[in-house]
């Protein structure tokens, strides 16, 4: 059974960085054919994809954030993290670190971001 587990500051001042972690257990990030995504949901708005990285550790990132967004992976504690610089109040949300293959099988709960000064 895989799990995954975000973490990371619940606050973040504008125009500082968001760092999450993900923390997958029960499965490995280098398996084939999976991708290790991070998605976000803002107050009242639906779910939007930032960007994933794969088994290789390839990144991938929507296009509206990638100016911004980094994804990274530590295979050796099973962790992929996501870096977003410069951020807004218009970043709150709520993170959600998932794993995709055909579909989005295994999601953590989300954490909820804030930015605010």
């Known amino acids: 059974q895989v799990q995954l587990q975000e973490s990371g500051p619940g606050l973040v001042k504008p125009s500082q960085t968001l760092s999450l972690t993900c923390t997958v257990s029960g499965g490995s990030i280098t398996t084939n054919n999976y991708y290790w995504s991070w998605i976000r949901q803002p107050p009242t708005k639906g779910l939007e994809w930032i960007g994933a990285?794969?088994?290789?550790?390839?990144?991938y990132y929507s296009q509206s954030l990638k100016s911004r967004t980094s994804i990274s992976r530590d295979t050796s504690k099973s962790q992929f993290t996501l870096q977003m610089s410069s951020v807004t109040p218009e970043d709150t949300a709520v993170y959600y670190c998932?794993?995709?293959?055909?579909?989005?099988?295994?999601w953590g709960q989300g954490t909820q971001v804030t930015v605010s000064s």
């Open positions: 990285i794969d088994y290789f550790g390839n990144t």
């Open positions: 998932a794993r995709s293959g055909l579909q989005y099988d295994y």
